[in-house]
T-cell receptor, first 109, second 113 residues
Framework: SQELEQSPQSLIVQEGKNLTINCTSSKTLYGLYWYKQKYGEGLIFLMMLQKGGEEKSHEKITAKLDEKKQQSSLHITASQPSHAGIYLCGADNTDKLIFGTGTRLQVFP | GAGVSQTPSNKVTEKGKYVELRCDPISGHTALYWYRQSLGQGPEFLIYFQGTGAADDSGLPNDRFFAVRPEGSVSTLKIQRTERGDSAVYLC???????????FGAGTRLSVL
C-alpha cells in the first residue's frame, strides 16, 4: 500500500522567513494534493500537481512535483501568521486520497 | 450550498450507543467521501460514493460502520455499538466526479466516553 511521509513534522518560524515542507511517497504519484487544516475548519485545498516537474504558485506558496513523481515540496516565501496551520499532502489512489501525517507550522511575530 | 456541510459539529456519546453523522455535499457533486482523522494523524479513507452507490468501502474498519446516500446527495455515516477507539474527527468531502479536487467539510468531532 502507498505511504506518504512528511517532513518536518513540526516547524516554528519567525514571520518573514521562508520555509519548505517535503512529502515523499513510497510509490509513484499520479496526483498530489496539498491541503491546509486549521482547527474546526476542515481541510482547505491549496494546489494539485499531476505532471513530473510541474510547479504551481498561489500568492506566496509554491508547490513542486519532482521529475520522478515520488516527492513533492511546498515552499512558503515571507511567511505570515496567517500561514500557520497543519499542511497535509494527499496522493490520488484510485479515487481516494492517501494522506501524510501532516506538518504543523507556527509563525511567530 | 456553498460548501460541504457536516452536522453535528460535535457529538458526545456513551460507549455502546448508536450515532449518525450527516454530510451535505456541494450541490451537483456526484462523488462523496468519508474519512476519519485521529489526533496527530492525517485523514484515513473510509468509503466513497459515486451517486447513490458505494463504489469503494474498503476503508470501513468493521461491520459496526455503515454509510448510505439514498438520493445521491446527502450521506449519513452510521456507527453502531460505539467504542472509545471510535473517537476521532469524521470528515466528509465531495468532488464533481470520481477523479478531481475533493472539497472538505469542517468535520464532526466524535467523543465516545
Amino acid at each position: 500500500s502507498q505511504e506518504l511521509e512528511q517532513s518536518p513534522q513540526s516547524l516554528i518560524v519567525q514571520e518573514g522567513k521562508n520555509l519548505t515542507i517535503n512529502c515523499t511517497s513510497s510509490k509513484t504519484l499520479y496526483g498530489l494534493y496539498w491541503y491546509k487544516q486549521k482547527y474546526g475548519e476542515g481541510l482547505i485545498f491549496l494546489m494539485m500537481l499531476q505532471k513530473g516537474g510541474e510547479e504551481k504558485s498561489h500568492e506566496k506558496i509554491t508547490a513542486k512535483l519532482d521529475e520522478k513523481k515520488q516527492q513533492s515540496s511546498l515552499h512558503i516565501t515571507a511567511s505570515q501568521p496567517s500561514h500557520a496551520g497543519i499542511y497535509l499532502c494527499g496522493a490520488d489512489n484510485t479515487d481516494k486520497l492517501i494522506f501524510g501525517t501532516g506538518t504543523r507550522l507556527q509563525v511567530f511575530p | 450550498g456553498a460548501g460541504v456541510s457536516q452536522t453535528p459539529s460535535n457529538k458526545v456519546t456513551e460507549k455502546g450507543k448508536y450515532v449518525e453523522l450527516r454530510c451535505d455535499p456541494i450541490s451537483g457533486h456526484t462523488a462523496l467521501y468519508w474519512y476519519r482523522q485521529s489526533l496527530g494523524q492525517g485523514p484515513e479513507f473510509l468509503i466513497y460514493f459515486q451517486g447513490t452507490g458505494a463504489a469503494d468501502d474498503s476503508g470501513l474498519p468493521n461491520d459496526r460502520f455503515f454509510a448510505v446516500r439514498p438520493e445521491g446527495s446527502v450521506s449519513t455515516l452510521k456507527i453502531q455499538r460505539t467504542e472509545r477507539g471510535d473517537s476521532a474527527v469524521y470528515l466528509c468531502a465531495s468532488s464533481l466526479a470520481g477523479a478531481g479536487i475533493q472539497y472538505f467539510g469542517a468535520g464532526t468531532r466524535l467523543s465516545v466516553l
